[in-house]
C-alpha cells in the first residue's frame, strides 16, 4: 500500500457515513484541494531551492513570490475590505506572518544549507502536527493514542532527516532544519488562525500577498537592491511564474478551500504527501538522490503525520465549509 492510498484511505473513509451527498460532495473536493496543494508545495520546494542556490537570493525571490499575486489579488482586498476591521489586527498580522513574508524569508533562507528532501521532510512534514498541538492549546483539543503514536514516529523521522547535519557541523545543514522548523511553525499558525477567521479563501490570499509586498518593498529596493536583471530572464520569469502564480495564488487558495471544508488538522494531513514528491521530484530535476536512511525517513514521518494528525480518529469527521 502506497503513502497515497493510506492517506486517502483515511481522509475518504468517513464519506461512507456522511448523511448527505452534500456532505460527499464538500469531503471530495476538500480532499482535492488538499492533493493540488500537495503539487503545488512541491513544485515550489523545488523551484525555490534551484533559485537560492543559482543566480537569485532569497530576498529576490520573496519580491516575485508577493508581486505577481499583488497585481492579481489587490481588487479582491479592496473590495472585501482590508481585514482589520472584518478579523481584527491581531488575526490579520498572524495571518501575514504564518504564510507571508517572514514564512517565505525563514523557509528559503533554510533552503541555502539543507537540500530539497528535507524541506519536505522537515518543514512540510512537520507543519500538521505544529497545527495539533496549537489546536490543542486554543481550542483544547484532545490527542488519542493513535495521534501520539504519530507524534513519536514524526519526530523520529524528522531526527532520521537531520541526522547528517547534526554531525556534520561542517555542512551547515542543521542551519536549514532549524529554519524549516520554524517556518513549519509559522504556517501552523496561519492554518489555525484561517480556520478561526473564517474569511475566505480568496479573502486570506490577498491579505497575506499585499500586506507582505507593502512591508517588503521598501527594504528590498532601498536595502538590498534588485539582482532581477541580471539574472538570466528564464529563471526570472520561471520564478516569478512558480513564486507567483503556482506558490502565491494556487496554492494559497487551494489550502484555503481544503481548511474551510475539512478543518484545519485534517487539511495538514495532505502535507504528509510532499516530502514523497519533493524527494521524486529533486532526483531529475536537481541531481539531489536522498540516502537511504532518508527514503526511510521520508516514509516515517509521513506515516507519522497521517497518524498524528487525527486522519484515522473517530474525531475527524467531514466538516461543512466555512462561509
Known sequence: MTIRSI???????????????????????????????????AGWVIATRFAVTTHLRPVDVAFL?????????APVLWRRGLGFRQIGVRRTLLLVAGAGLPFLLVSSTGM?????????????????????????????????RTRVVGFAVVVAGVLGIAAHGLFD??????????????AAALFATYTVTLRRA?????????IVNVYSLLAFA??????????????????????????????????????????????????????????????????????????RLTWLAIVAVSLGVV????????AAAPRRPVR
Open 169 to 182: 557541523g561542517a555542512a551547515g545543514a542543521w542551519r536549514g532544519h532549524l529554519l524549516f522548523l520554524a
Open 65 to 73: 513570490r508577493y508581486a505577481v499575486p499583488t497585481m492579481a489579488l
Open 218 to 291: 521598501p527594504v528590498y529596493f532601498l536595502v538590498f537592491g534588485s539582482q532581477l536583471m541580471a539574472a538570466p530572464a528564464h529563471e526570472v520569469i520561471t520564478q516569478a511564474a512558480m513564486q507567483g502564480v503556482v506558490a502565491g495564488i494556487i496554492a494559497l487558495f487551494m489550502f484555503g478551500e481544503a481548511v474551510r471544508r475539512l478543518g484545519a488538522s485534517r487539511a495538514a494531513v495532505l502535507g504528509a504527501l510532499t516530502p514523497v514528491f519533493v524527494a521524486l521530484l529533486g532526483i531529475p530535476l536537481l541531481g539531489e538522490f536522498p540516502s
Open 112 to 144: 541555502r544549507f539543507a537540500p530539497a528532501s528535507d524541506v519536505g521532510a522537515v518543514m512540510v512534514a512537520t507543519m500538521p502536527v505544529f497545527v495539533a498541538v496549537f489546536s490543542a492549546l486554543l481550542g483544547g483539543e484532545r490527542f488519542d
Open 7 to 41: 492517506a486517502l484511505s483515511g481522509l475518504l473513509r468517513p464519506a461512507k457515513a456522511a448523511a448527505s451527498d452534500p456532505d460527499r460532495r464538500n469531503l471530495y473536493l476538500g480532499v482535492g484541494a488538499g492533493l493540488l496543494v500537495v503539487l503545488c508545495w
Open 198 to 206: 473564517g474569511v475566505s479563501p480568496w479573502h486570506a490570499a490577498a
Open 307 to 314: 497518524l498524528a494528525s487525527g486522519a484515522f480518529s473517530r
